[in-house]
């Protein structure tokens, strides 16, 4: 097959699936250990993920947050930058949507809405250009600067909730945002709320830019190979600083939709890792929007049907991690994931 | 002599290609036995199957009469081959004398033997005559060395059969001297030597046998004593080819670009282009010749707005360019090819139909409303500069990568002519390639100057400098140290003066210096 670049080749598709199926191979060692029976309990995940339309809202709801960090990553990715700050961008992010949602009052909610998601994604953008012109001006790994720039965010929302914006509650929480400034639920009682309608438009406008136009063209080739981009006429730190913005506005999405849709408030630290696990994602759908859909939908099938098979059977939540640690130890040792695959079909 | 090796009809396919046909081959215990071909012809391949790296289809391996299975490389060292990549092996920051006891290291007590390592490494290097220091580190030594440390490695594992991939390709004219003296040195001492290569002056310097390959099938064996540079080229292509480009003399007109003063230096304020001054008029070739190293990259990189210079004018026209951006020179017609089309010229990820926009990529027609892509132009484009520059195979949607390196430089060389430019700047345009692509540029340079394009042409290749260039520059140490039209230059002096040969005693030489 000829490689050809925007689709995915069949080694893009065929290791994250086998990956998947080799990760819940070995996920049933775990639960023959615990004394349960995997088919029974992988039964159970399977039916509460999947199994009605309400258990498929509900995995939609946990995979929301995780387009978008998982999107974030990626794009930072395709520029040849390590995003790890999409905790911090999305910290950030929520904090200001919670502040503008709970600030403002009286406004429709055609502006108020709208404000509030842009007024995220700025800060998230300025969270990431932090990193983004160090890299490109003084030429300081970004990694070591989104993670410093996480523990600024923990720290300044830590401080932001429980003094200035600390609600009327007893909690360390904002007040609940203006009605006005929430992203509607869609299938209650699930949690699925309107955020999934911008992680939708958030893969294709991500698509877009990354293969149909110009500022796409540049920031690939700056990932690819930055000093023929550079012979190119392109400007090699101008398309860092934009990817990290556009990455970190990307990630802060995952923050506002956590305050407007599913809490209607920030709580302090209420990310359970999305930033982190936006990682795993982007590595399992292979920096490309589509595949990021396909692994945010997967690792949010997990975390449901992780909480019932709890609840259910005795193989304990915890099995989920291990499942999702191994899923990124299969798609990262690549070589040895499609020696497997060949030995299974020779050629 | 018997045959100390005989691979008898290999065959080796990958997905849409057959690497290697039925190919039989026998090397002679002791000889030098040279493999040619162009590009893709299945040389290395053919090579990788004896090392144990690629497992061939069919056919088998006979070494001493008895037929033998290379399953790796552990094989390949057992049985005593050994083999020189065309990218060296070494751990930069280790020794020689570590590099070359790796894996085999000499032990005592279970500590590695450090003393006995040296030792043995210097006697190898004394037996063989090759001249290397076993303390040094290899990160400061010359390529030169490297290759000479590689080639202890195999000795010290007792290679009989020595393969060496294109071992000239990273050399100094100097430096393959000295390499051919070494491997006449070893033959003289019973090692027998392939030695794969696509330059057919080193073929006839060095081999006592030849076997040429032609598109996966070997095309024949020859003496190399019975043979001549004409039958082998015709081998290698297929047909007959032109030794020599056919030209008619320039007609230059007015001067297009000029540099003036220009110095250049770099990080730590060392002086690598030195108060260069030069001029290339309308409709000639201007040749840089020189050993590569003494400033002609960053030389044309200023030239190109990739460098910053320190001081000096560049001019277009009359009209300043220095210290504009790649961007901005690329938009007043100046054309570049790179010396190093892996790191500069191509981003070998994108297809062909999208490097063959690099650089335009902003530009009307191939945007639309500022931001978006036009794919049909792109695709439009892209389909009529692969027809018109042969670039195969003929599919723009495929990325690069797995072009092989004629076709790649054909891509950047479409690119960049096809914009029908005023100035071009070509960098060692036609290295590692084949005869057929280097024949292809070479026409298509003297095209450009006679359609009125003002030409630089910077390279290492003294033949190349000697049938395109009108003018002829040679570049020492960071300067221009003489400047003569070609007819009254010939290989002798200019090799003279790339060694840094004194331009005013240069006999029979009445060398014009550049003014100042």
Known sequence: ?347 | MAPILEMRGITKRFPGVVANDDITLSIQEGEIHALVGENGSGKSTLMNILYGLYHADAGEIVFRGRPTTISDARDAIELGLGMVFQHFMLVDTLTVAENVILGAEPAKLRFVDYRTAVERVEALARDYGLAVDARAKVSDISVGQQQRVEILKALYRNAKVLILDEPTAVLTPQETEELFDVLKNLRGQGTTIVFITHKIKEVLAISDRVSVLRRGRLEGTRDTAETSHRELAEMVVGREVLLRVEKTPATPGETVASVAGLTVRDRRGGVLVNDVSLEVRRGEVLGIAGVEGNGQQPLVEAITGLLRPESGEITLHGQPIHGLGPMAIKKRRVSYIPEDRHKRGLILDYSVADNLILGLHSEAPFVERYLFRNAKEIAEHAEKLVREYDIRPPNPRQIVRTFSGGNQQKVVVAREFSRNPEFLVCSQPTRGLDIGAIEFIHEEIIRQRDQGTAVLLVSAELDEILSLSDTIGVMYGGRIVAVMPAQESDERRLGYLMLGGDPDTAEGAHLDTPAS
């Open chain 1, 1 to 347: 097959m000829i490689p050809q670049q925007a689709s995915l080749t069949s080694r893009d598709v065929l290791v994250p699936v086998f990956s998947v199926v080799l990760a819940l191979l070995a996920g049933s060692v775990f639960i023959l250990i615990v004394g349960e029976n995997p088919i029974t309990a992988y039964g159970v995940l399977f039916r509460e993920s999947f199994g009605s339309v309400r258990n498929i809202a509900a995995t939609l709801q946990r995979a929301t947050p995780l387009v978008f960090t998982g999107l974030a990553v990626a794009f930072a990715f395709r520029c040849g930058l390590f995003n790890i700050g999409a905790e911090g961008q999305l910290y950030v992010g929520a904090m200001v949507a919670a502040i503008i949602g709970v600030s403002l009052t009286g406004l429709p909610r055609l502006i108020h809405l709208p404000l509030a998601v842009v007024a995220g994604m700025l800060a998230g953008g300025v969270w990431a250009f932090v990193p983004g012109i160090l890299k490109a001006k003084l030429g300081v790994h970004e990694v070591i600067n989104t993670i410093m720039m996480n523990f600024i965010a923990y720290f300044l929302t830590d401080y932001l909730v429980t003094g200035p914006f600390h609600g009327g509650r007893w909690a360390p929480e904002t007040d609940r945002v203006a009605d006005t400034a929430t992203l509607a639920r869609l299938f209650p009682p699930t949690r699925l709320n309107g955020g999934i309608i911008i992680a939708v438009a958030a893969i294709a406008v991500i698509y877009v830019i990354l293969w149909k136009t110009r500022i796409g063209y540049e920031i690939r080739a700056v990932g690819f190979n930055p000093t023929a981009a550079e012979y190119g006429g392109i400007s090699v730190s101008r398309n860092m600083v934009l990817a990290m913005v556009l990455s970190g506005a990307c990630a802060s999405l995952a923050g506002v939709e956590q305050v407007l849709g599913v809490h209607g408030r920030f709580i302090q630290r209420f990310s359970p890792d999305l930033g982190f696990v936006g990682i795993a994602v982007a590595l399992l759908g292979k920096n490309h929007p589509v595949g990021v859909l396909l692994a945010a939908i997967l690792f949010g099938a997990l975390r449901t049907g992780g909480a019932a098979m709890d609840r259910l059977t005795d193989v304990p939540r915890e099995l989920i991690v291990i499942i999702q640690a191994m899923i990124i130890m299969f798609v990262a040792a690549d070589e040895l994931t499609r020696s497997l695959l060949r030995r299974r079909r020779p050629v």
